[in-house]
């Protein structure tokens, strides 16, 4: 637990002083009982439930002074609440490599199945959009809450040829912060430009990439995870072929506090796919997927089969149903002082008349 005003537990130490003086107060009132002709009389008075009950609305007064005392200090803790409406992305490899058998019946077939399972038990408060990449990323499906629609989208993918894992990547930042002018042509012609060491094509396309450039440039640094209103899956079967650099597009989602959560599909030897006359083996890219997860606050998760992949969207939606966050806590430790204090007063006037 964290404290906004960590000064004002100082206080907690007269708490000490109180019971010393309360401790004292008791002892004046035994010294007075040598009045009496008998100590009997007073002790038969009180009875073994009266003496105790004297001391509990002081213990209770005290307890309630404590917790006022560290309401003001205004504590934050970390709670688990029900998620306010956020954005998700699911952003699916399409390569022609997803067409490899070694999860049955192919890779595509069983992403496929896994994406529709995870939408029937997506939460209500989650908004889901589709991006799909090979040799470039395209959005399929703007973020929606219609269910439907998310199916009908999985259901259109077509495969491809290429991995372009860093443009689903950006292609996914650009649905998740619509405003923010992130254009995956502009960035692409700005990473070949800077490939060649110089300037290519239509002066007004170099004049664009310049300025995306300068904007990421400027963009003031977040914590990265911090971005509470949407998040990234982005599953891939293999390695980058063309695009951008994952990583550099990692950084980009990191600069915004964007999670994202990477799944590697695919077993662990990897497949074989395409027609027998042109075939080709493709294994997972792990530490590329591992890097961008670890870069961005999220997660890796290795998916070798339908089953781990449907396990794997099933921890993530529970994750996005429920939702840590810092919160401050003082009205209910305010409310507990109350309550106590109320208490103590109230026993005391039952019991004591006072």
């Known amino acids: ?33 040598v009045l009496y002709a008998s100590l009997a009389l007073p002790r038969a008075a009180l009875g073994p439930r ?25 504590p934050m803790a970390t709670v688990t609440l029900p998620s306010d409406v956020i954005t998700l992305v699911l952003a ?20 496929q199945q896994a994406a529709r ?15 799909s990449f090979a040799g470039t990323a395209t959005v399929v499906l ?56 110089a300037r290519t094509g239509p002066l007004d396309e170099a004049a664009a990439a310049d300025a995306a450039r300068k904007r990421e440039q400027e963009r003031p640094p977040v914590q990265p995870g ?32 964007v999670r994202v959560y990477t799944v590697g599909f695919g077993s662990a030897q990897g497949g074989a796919a395409g027609e027998p006359s042109l075939s080709y083996f493709m294994q997972l890219d792990e530490p590329s997927l591992r890097a961008v997860a670890t870069m961005t606050g999220g997660e890796y998760f290795q998916a070798g089969s339908a089953a781990d992949l449907s396990q794997v969207y099933r921890q993530l939606s529970a ?7 810092e919160t401050e806590v003082s009205a209910l430790l305010a409310a507990a002082a109350a309550a106590l204090l109320l208490l103590a007063g109230g026993l ?7």
Not at 50 to 74: K, V
Not at 319 to 325: D, I, N, P, Q, S
């Open 92 to 111: 699916m490899d399409v390569s022609r490599s997803m067409e490899a058998t070694d999860v049955a019946p192919t890779r595509i077939t069983a992403a």
């Open 117 to 131: 399972d995870l939408i029937v038990g997506l939460p209500a408060s989650v908004r889901l959009g589709i991006v």
């Open 319 to 325: 994750r996005f149903a429920l939702e840590r966050k």
């Open 1 to 33: 637990m964290q404290f906004l005003w960590p000064q004002v537990l100082w206080l907690l130490l007269a708490l000490p002083l109180l019971v010393a003086a309360y401790l004292y107060l008791i002892a004046r009132r035994k010294k007075g009982a």
């Open 348 to 354: 005391s006037m039952i019991w004591f008349r006072r």
């Open 226 to 257: 911090s971005y509470r209103h949407g998040a990234i899956i982005l599953l891939s079967d293999g390695r980058r072929t063309t695009g951008p650099d994952p990583i550099d597009a990692a950084r980009m989602a990191a600069q915004r506090g």
């Open 142 to 197: 703007p973020p929606t809450g219609n269910r439907q629609d998310m199916i009908d989208a999985i259901d259109r993918f077509q495969l491809q040829r290429g991995t372009a894992t860093g443009s689903g990547l950006i292609q996914s930042l650009a649905v998740l912060f619509p405003d923010d002018g992130i254009d995956l042509e502009t960035i692409l012609f700005s990473t070949e430009a800077s490939r060649f060491g």
């Open 50 to 74: 009266q003496r105790i009950r004297r001391h509990i609305p002081p213990t209770l007064c005290l307890l309630g002074l404590a917790a006022a005392l560290i309401a003001c200090a205004r």
